[in-house]
């Protein structure tokens, strides 16, 4: 990396016909010199959602503005621990890697001797982790969409490159996004859009990002030093996945990704400081730079994620639905004994399970199956998420000591799930023919490599063609216009 810095270190796969044609300083600068806009609190969920759909974008471009100046405003408060000599950015990171790989190690060797996990009580709270962390992973590398329209520039180049990566370079089999929703269906825990709005932080600044790359662009690259990372939490979590009878390879492959885009972000953070002409503008660039790689520090991360885990709450959440169908089947149950039921018509629920458990519900028969089971099973109210079964199966093991916290339980507040995302390829009333020159040809791309869709079976090809336009400069090749012409608007 020193030698990046040096002006010594090349890339591979540089695109030398392609030239950088904007002054880049009006960047640098540009969100500075922006009054200061009064605080309004934007809530993440709704505007994750809202950069989700494929239509209507634009109305929510100043929300999304306004939400990463608040953000970044917060970010501005905390503390970094980046280095302000630039000559000391490659081994300050490098120094941060290795004592990531000395703690896991010391994790090893804890674990190795006995120790408990550190993240995961049982299999439904290691679930809970991976549905909550699917807004921020199910949108990866989403704040470099922005770049994609700089196709020309050849400094914009290598987070193109990495933009492409987290697609794969248009291969569905390491298209992140493909991976994670694997991951997601083979453990029942696709049914993530409807969660509480905390878990929707990192996936809404990422989206956000990816919509305002001119006017972010140091706080991007800074936010890309501190994705690119290694994570000893994120080590820690696939480990104990894999206890779990989860298959890591997600977050395994997050790990041992190469430096090659925290050297090539140097590169260009480097270019800019050229361009910075002055002490005062270069100190406002590594100013930004430092509160776009603070950005990660809000919201949720894994180990506050895996904190937020309550199984009394979550087990009171899948139950609650079906409450009405359990009384009832309590009450039938009591008058075929003989016996009057032993509550008032308003009991809330956690008395209702309180009785339940007083009566046997939860002790399993010969077959292994519980009462309230069968009951549920009987009625075809057994929820088909495996997630959610993991829950009640946790729950109804833990009944004994968790039944005596349930008088003093609150019922967890329901959130409304939101409608699911609209394909961006949806048919259209008006049909639009792709004109024959670049740029339009260009944008169409660009469009079907939305991070909404670009697990797509369009968007992956799109990608690869996309690859090949930046790898051979700015010929469009004739063989290509077929794929595109063939579609309506995006």
């Not at 520039?153 to 490159?161: G, I, N, Q, T, V």
């Not at 409450?323 to 075929?336: F, L």
């Not at 039921?341 to 009566?359: A, F, I, K, T, V």
């Not at 004739?478 to 794929?483: K, L, M, S, T």
Request: hydrophobic fraction near 40%; charge should be negative; aromatic fraction near 10%.
């Amino acid at each position: 990396m020193k030698e990046v810095i040096q002006g010594r270190g090349s890339l591979a796969g540089a695109v030398p016909s392609l030239v950088f044609r904007r002054d880049v300083s009006s960047i640098v600068l540009r969100r500075s010199q922006l009054p200061h806009l009064p605080t309004i609190t934007t809530p993440a969920r709704d505007l994750f959602h809202a950069l989700s759909q494929p239509t209507g974008i634009e109305a929510v471009r100043e929300q999304a503005r306004t939400f990463l100046d608040e953000k970044i405003a917060e970010a501005s408060l905390l503390h970094s621990g980046l280095p302000n000599d630039m000559t000391a950015l490659p081994t300050w990171l490098e120094q941060r890697c290795l004592r990531v790989r000395m703690d896991y190690q010391a994790y090893l060797a804890d674990r190795h001797a006995g120790h408990q996990p550190r993240y995961f009580s049982g299999k439904s709270h290691a679930l809970h982790f991976l549905q909550s962390m699917a807004p921020s992973r199910m949108v990866e590398g989403a704040w470099l969409y922005g770049c994609l329209k700089h196709w020309r520039e050849a400094k914009f180049a290598p987070l193109c490159r990495f933009y492409l990566r987290n697609l794969g370079d248009g291969d569905e089999s390491s298209n992140q996004v493909s991976l994670y929703q694997q991951l997601l269906d083979q453990n029942g825990c696709s049914d993530w859009r409807g969660m509480a709005d905390q878990y929707y932080m990192q996936g809404a600044i990422r989206l956000a990002l990816g919509h305002h790359v001119d006017d972010y662009l140091p706080e991007i690259i800074g936010f890309n030093l501190g994705y690119e990372q290694v994570s000893l939490p994120m080590l820690i979590a696939a480990y104990e996945l894999s206890e779990m009878g989860v298959q890591p390879h997600y977050f395994t492959l997050q790990a041992t990704e190469d430096d090659a885009c925290v050297v090539a972000t140097i590169k260009l953070l480097c270019a800019l400081l050229d361009e910075a002409t002055t002490q005062k503008d270069q100190h406002t660039l590594l100013q930004r730079v430092a509160n776009g790689y603070k950005l990660h520090q809000l919201g949720l991360g894994i180990p506050e994620i895996v904190a937020s885990f309550d199984l009394q709450q979550a087990f009171l959440g899948v139950i609650q639905p079906y409450a009405v169908h359990i009384e009832r089947a309590y009450r039938i149950d009591c008058m075929e004994r003989g016996i009057r039921g032993r509550w008032p018509d308003s009991l809330p629920l956690p008395l209702l399970l309180q009785h339940l458990c007083h009566e046997g519900w939860m002790q399993a028969d010969e077959k292994g199956k519980t009462r309230l089971w069968q009951v549920l099973e009987r009625g075809h109210c057994l929820p088909w998420d495996a997630y959610q079964q993991q829950i009640l199966l946790d729950w109804i093991d833990s009944s004994q000591e968790y039944v005596k916290r349930l008088r003093y339980t609150d019922m967890p507040a329901v959130v409304m799930a939101s409608s699911p995302i609209t394909h961006i390829m949806a048919a259209q009333s008006s049909h639009h023919e792709v004109d024959d020159a670049q740029e339009d040809v260009m944008d169409y791309i660009i469009r079907l490599l939305s991070p909404v869709v670009h697990y797509t079976q369009e968007s992956l090809k799109a990608a690869r063609v996309y690859k090949s336009i930046l790898d051979k400069g700015s010929e469009l090749y004739a063989q290509h216009y077929a794929f595109f012409l063939g579609y309506g608007p995006v």
